[in-house]
Each structure stands twice: as structure tokens, then as C-alpha cells.
């Protein structure tokens, strides 16, 4: 591998990093489960944000639900309603222009279904992105599935690409199969908490690692 480059391609995580959409997926992931009759703090629904919705259910009520399906529905109706307040996070488009004017290998892979993946990228401004999201693997973050599925389509082995993501659920899924994640802070979560999860790295945001990658 002497003088090939460390990083062949690079996995953007869209939820939370590209898009400024956490505290979105937090109030209205709270909304569903009071209307269901169920009262999760919005602290601990923070804390489990970034993993799939069939994991996170289960996660947030310590046990598997009969409501798992309505519960998912009610989210997303209720994320989609509100899809309008969206913004990129800073230096999203800047990153992603970044890699392709210097031709780095990249693709989106996200834990979003496919709707809600649509509504990510069109507040980004960049509908035309490949992506990898949760329709396309059986198991969502933090299993590894889905990055793996994304090194497929693109041609990378594992270890030999980087994950940008904002959660430690990303983390864990890229140190599951030797990916390398930088992690960004616009996920709300803390530096140990990252770090700890096996982020190798933590920034501000994505114009952080604007020409680092």
C-alpha cells in the first residue's frame, strides 16, 4: 500500500451532519410517543438519535413494542410536516463541493427511510447524490450494514474509507469494520462521547474538513 493514499472514498452521514436536523428528529420523535401515550424525556431521545428507527424504539422503552410500526409512521409523518424548517449545517455544501472538485471517491449513507432521506437532500440543495440509506440494508446504525453496503457501491474496502458522522452510533458502526470516522459536533453530542464510541477525531463541523479529506 506504499504511496497510496489512506482514504479511498468517503461516507457522509446526512442526518445531523450534512442537514441540521437532530433537534427536529428529537421534538417530534417525542410527539409520536406522547401521542401513543408513551413519555420519553427528550434528553434520552437525543441520546438515541442517529440509530434506526427499528433499533431506537426498543432502545428508548427498554423493551420491543406492538406500536414499534405506528410509532415509526407517526415519526416521520410528523418529521415531514416540518421538513420545511431544514437547513444544511455549516460547510455542508462546501464539503460536498469539495470532494467532488477534487474527485474524491464519495457517497451519502443514511439511516433515514427513503422519504425522509428526499426531504435531506432537498434541504441540502443536492437531490442528485448517490446515497445508501435504510431501505437498502436489513439492519440500520449502529450494526454496519449499511457501510458496508456503501463501500460496495463503491468499489472501497472498509478500511480503507472514512466516515463523516455526527453520532456515536456512527462511530460504533465504522469501528465495527475498520472504517476510520471523523466526527462533527452539530449532532449535539459531547467530545467523549464521540471519542468514546471510536470517532478518531472531532470537529466543529463540516467546513472543518473542508480539503482534510
Same mark, same amino acid.
Given at each position: 500500500?506504499?504511496?497510496?493514499?489512506?482514504?479511498?472514498?468517503?461516507?457522509?452521514?446526512?442526518?445531523?451532519?450534512?442537514?441540521?436536523?437532530?433537534?427536529?428528529?428529537?421534538?417530534?420523535?417525542?410527539?409520536?410517543?406522547?401521542?401513543?401515550?408513551?413519555?420519553?424525556?427528550?434528553?434520552?431521545?437525543?441520546?438515541?438519535?442517529?440509530?434506526?428507527?427499528?433499533? %431506537?424504539?426498543?432502545?428508548?422503552?427498554?423493551?420491543?413494542?406492538?406500536?414499534?410500526?405506528?410509532?415509526?409512521?407517526?415519526?416521520?409523518?410528523?418529521? %415531514?410536516?416540518?421538513?420545511?424548517?431544514?437547513?444544511?449545517?455549516?460547510?455542508?455544501?462546501?464539503?460536498? &463541493?469539495?470532494? &467532488?472538485?477534487?474527485?474524491?471517491?464519495?457517497?451519502?449513507?443514511?439511516?433515514?427511510?427513503?422519504?425522509?432521506?428526499?426531504?435531506?437532500?432537498?434541504?441540502?440543495?443536492?437531490?442528485?447524490?448517490?446515497?445508501?440509506?435504510?431501505?437498502?440494508?436489513?439492519?440500520?446504525?449502529?450494526?454496519?450494514?449499511?457501510?458496508?453496503?456503501? @463501500?460496495?457501491?463503491?468499489?472501497?474496502?472498509?478500511?480503507?474509507?472514512?466516515?463523516?458522522?455526527?453520532?456515536?452510533?456512527?462511530?460504533?458502526?465504522?469501528?465495527?469494520?475498520?472504517?476510520? @470516522? %471523523?466526527?462533527?459536533?452539530?449532532?449535539?453530542?459531547?467530545?467523549?462521547?464521540?471519542?468514546?464510541?471510536?470517532?478518531?477525531?472531532?470537529?466543529?463541523?463540516? %467546513?472543518?474538513?473542508?480539503?482534510?479529506?
Amino acid at each position: 500500500m506504499t504511496g497510496t493514499p489512506y482514504i479511498a472514498a468517503v461516507l457522509l452521514d446526512l442526518d445531523g451532519t450534512l442537514v441540521d436536523s437532530v433537534y427536529l428528529h428529537v421534538q417530534t420523535w417525542q410527539q409520536a410517543l406522547r401521542e401513543a401515550g408513551l413519555d420519553v424525556p427528550a434528553w434520552r431521545v437525543h441520546a438515541g438519535i442517529g440509530m434506526g428507527s427499528d433499533r %431506537l424504539v426498543p432502545w428508548l422503552l427498554g423493551r420491543h413494542t406492538e406500536q414499534q410500526s405506528e410509532l415509526s409512521d407517526a415519526h416521520h409523518r410528523l418529521f %415531514l410536516e416540518r421538513a420545511d424548517e431544514l437547513r444544511p449545517t455549516r460547510g455542508a455544501r462546501e464539503l460536498v &463541493e469539495d470532494l &467532488e472538485r477534487r474527485k474524491v471517491p464519495f457517497t451519502i449513507a443514511t439511516s433515514a427511510k427513503p422519504p425522509v432521506r428526499k426531504a435531506l437532500l432537498a434541504a441540502l440543495g443536492r437531490q442528485d447524490l448517490d446515497s445508501t440509506d435504510a431501505g437498502d440494508v436489513d439492519s440500520p446504525k449502529p450494526a454496519p450494514d449499511l457501510l458496508l453496503a456503501a @463501500c460496495q457501491e463503491l468499489g472501497v474496502d472498509p478500511d480503507r474509507a472514512t466516515l463523516v458522522g455526527d453520532s456515536p452510533w456512527d462511530a460504533e458502526a465504522a469501528i465495527k469494520v475498520g472504517m476510520r @470516522c %471523523l466526527a462533527v459536533r452539530t449532532g449535539g453530542f459531547g467530545d467523549d462521547r464521540l471519542l468514546d464510541a471510536g470517532a478518531d477525531d472531532v470537529v466543529d463541523d463540516p %467546513l472543518a474538513l473542508v480539503g482534510r479529506l
